[in-house]
């Protein structure tokens, strides 16, 4: 087992390579420019358009359902494991390069939900779709098809094998194994491994409601994202604020470390250019993997969105980075930084960390923390299985031109990973989701690099409509 996480490792550090970061981080900034800093001077408004719902429009569901989709399959293992997995393999200044990069990540979020919604298309069925391969094929044209047809393998792929369901449930089973069964006192032998009957049970609880909320289709992920979504975040948010609050005094010490960390100013003179290098690498990587911006996946969710306007659109889909990351990631990454854990105890990996954390920053007995942490992962992580399971099939069904057999197929074996996904190690399980992650944005940053001038145009003709409304 140990070769094969090698040669996955390796792929990984390939795929995101010094190549795919500045890919990702200069259509970023490409994007930035053709919309004129919109992320920042329309941010207020983007925030309104979140809770104002229009009155008219084609789709399937609310503004604010298709935003709590979207945010139900990006909050999730990557807010609270990943930013811990950042840190503990690029340093502190990791956590200021997710914030870069998420920044960035707005205006491609608000690109990719303007797209969205401009080409999408309506099957026999009545149903609303959209995403990178229709704005691939009917923007850029029927000669790209096969990067759209690219696109949605990758999208398949990524939800059925990585960032959808293995790490999600992964990071679910061992948040409860953490809080139950902390030292594996409990525990059966399974094909020659040993696992505890919390992680047992819990994978099988989460794999039947997976499977009760899949059959009712975007509809039922749509309403159960809209209660579990803000609850939960308005509760993980809450937390993060207290360990924030009361120690406020650690603030500036921790500020500092992150920046210093960021730029490789604690490092040996030899070793800064490799310091900065595995923080970025690591912070942009798992920024992504938290955020999705760039991936694709958003647009699949904002296309079912009811509007008329593909920018209002395309702001609502932005706000989603801003929560994500610019709030909910870069509380973690504090409350992480704060209580010093990994300098403490640098065998703590994953989920470890961050109730590491908890149990040091939260004025609670340390088992209700950890209960806090565990209730918070498992339902963010619950919800991102199904989103993603919304996205790949929207995938899937682009490809196999929405057969009803592969859908019902598709299900079954998505619930199978679902099942599977306990039983496989943490640092593999990231590595093939992180992977997937980095094939499906290259098709899609393809596009919208391709396609950014109709996003500047669309967008001076909002901004100007928006103006002359006052």
Not at 361 to 384: D, N, Q, R
Request: glycine share 10%; hydrophobic share 50%; with cysteine.
């Amino acid at each position: 087992m140990s070769g094969f996480n090698e040669i996955i490792s390796k792929i990984d550090g390939f795929v995101w390579g010094i190549p795919m970061i500045v890919l990702i981080l200069g259509c970023g900034i490409i994007l930035t420019f053709r919309i004129r800093g919109l992320q920042i001077r329309r941010l207020g408004t983007a925030l309104k358009f979140m809770f104002r719902n229009e009155n008219s429009g084609d789709g399937e569901v609310t503004s604010f359902a298709a935003l709590c989709t979207a945010l139900s399959a990006t909050i999730g293992t990557g807010n609270i494991v990943g930013v811990a997995t950042a840190i503990a393999a690029g340093g502190p200044g990791a956590l200021l390069w997710m914030e870069v990069a998420a920044f960035f990540g707005m205006a491609t979020k608000y690109s990719e939900g303007l797209l969205a919604v401009k080409y999408r298309v309506t099957d026999k069925q009545g149903h609303i779709l959209g995403g990178p391969f229709y704005y691939i094929e009917n923007g850029m044209g029927q000669k790209w098809k096969w990067l759209a047809k690219l696109f949605a393998i990758f999208g398949t792929l990524a939800g059925l094998m990585g960032i959808g369901t293995i790490t999600q449930i992964n990071g679910i089973t061992s948040a409860a194994n953490n809080f139950f069964d902390p030292d594996s006192l409990h525990t059966v032998t399974i094909f020659g491994t040993e696992y505890t009957y919390a992680q047992i049970i819990t994978g099988l609880v989460i794999t039947l409601f997976t499977a009760l909320i899949l059959i009712g289709g975007i509809k039922r992920i749509a309403s159960a994202s809209e209660v579990i979504v803000p609850v939960m975040a308005v509760m993980y948010i809450l937390c993060c604020l207290i360990i924030i609050f009361t120690h406020i005094k650690e603030i500036p010490s921790a500020v500092a470390e992150i920046i210093s960390s960021a730029f490789g100013l604690r490092a040996a003179a030899g070793g800064a250019l490799g310091a900065i290098i595995a923080a970025m690498q690591n912070g942009i990587s798992r920024g992504i993997f938290s955020n999705e911006a760039g991936l694709g996946s958003a647009p699949i969710a904002a296309a079912a969105a009811q509007t008329k306007e593909p920018a209002r659109q395309g702001l609502v889909t932005m706000t989603g980075t801003f929560i994500d990351t610019i709030i909910v990631c870069t509380m973690t990454g504090l409350s992480i930084v704060i209580s010093g854990c990994i300098e403490r105890n640098p065998e703590l990996k994953g989920v470890e960390i961050t109730n590491a954390a908890f149990q040091y920053g939260l004025p609670f007995p340390e088992k209700v923390s950890s209960f806090i942490l565990m209730a918070c992962l498992v339902f963010f992580a619950f919800t991102t299985i199904l989103g993603w399971n919304y996205y790949s099939e929207r995938c899937l069904a682009y490809l196999t031109k929405s057969s009803k057999f592969t859908t019902i197929a598709f299900r079954c074996l998505y619930i199978a990973a679902v099942f599977i996904g306990p039983y496989l190690t943490v640092e593999a399980v990231w590595n093939i989701a992180d992977i997937f992650n980095g094939l499906m944005a290259i098709p899609n940053i393809i596009a919208l690099i391709c396609l950014s001038g109709v996003v500047s145009a669309e967008t001076k003709k909002y901004i100007s409509t928006l103006n002359s409304k006052g």
